[in-house]
Nanobody, 120 residues
């Protein structure tokens, strides 16, 4: 199970840190990512990090957001700085492949969303 935390209401220019932890017996997790979906819009990729630590970001968040992971804790983070009203959305974490302790693989695994609202 992937569970996301850290959403909330923040003023423009503020910061939030999202966390997403995988629970259960985990052997490995491949690429982890954060997506977001604003009301009336399609879900979009925000940032992605591979198991080796390589990252890529949506152009709209480059220089403001930082994705990181703690493999020992099976957790991915999204540090969001200088937030803008257009960052308002439900944020979801995704793992493209999870291998559990019995070496069963799960693909395209989604966590529940956490809501981020940027408003004055």
């Amino acid at each position: 199970q992937l569970q996301a935390f850290g959403g909330g209401v923040v003023q423009p220019g503020g910061s939030l840190r999202l966390s997403c932890a995988a629970s259960g017996s985990i052997f490995s997790i491949n690429t982890l990512a954060w997506y977001r979906q604003a009301p009336g819009k399609q879900r979009e990729l925000v940032a992605r990090i591979t198991s080796g630590g390589s990252t890529n970001y949506a152009d709209s968040v480059k220089g403001r957001f930082t994705i990181s992971r703690d493999n020992a804790r099976n957790t991915v983070y999204l540090q969001m700085n200088n937030l803008k009203p257009e960052d308002t959305a439900d944020y979801y974490c995704n793992a493209d492949r999870i291998t559990d302790g019995s070496f069963t693989r799960y693909y395209d695994y989604w966590g529940q969303g956490t809501q981020v609202t940027v408003s004055s």
